[in-house]
């Protein structure tokens, strides 16, 4: 039986992406159940076991979910709609058309100058080990942050 819990799969050694996961766990819905874990953590017989390559975890942001894996602006459709607030209603809308069909394009645009997003490093989209990250559903869990090696700053898993 696939597991139901989601899965997003980020680079940790991008400052952006880190932030960006920083951001979703501080604003997760308490009803919302998934783990994270960068990319550089999984081996090329886990992604593949996931439906995934490493030039995809390269070049996208992945969501695994019941077995199907989504990547690029899809995933972060999935992301959105498990955090609080309005974005929902944007990680809906990312999945229909017409945004659909524009966001992938926006996607690519962002993933290839992340480099230059506020919050970047110089290391954003290179190779480079971090520790995985497994989130709890806990108040205190999405209250910490992501350090700069890409673990939680917060002892709380």
Known sequence: MADTRGLLIYDGTCGSCRSSVGWVLRHQRSDSHFSVVSSQELSDRELAQRSLTRGDVERFVCWIEAGRAERGSRAVARVLLRVKGAWPLLGSALLVPPLSLVAPVVYRVVA??????????????????????????????????????GHRDAGVL
Do not use: F, N
């Open 112 to 149: 290839r100058y992340r480099h230059r997003i506020p919050g970047a490093t110089s290391q954003c989209g290179r190779a480079g080990a971090v520790g995985r990250t497994q989130l709890s559903h806990q108040k205190e869990t999405t209250q910490s942050t992501l350090g700069r090696d």
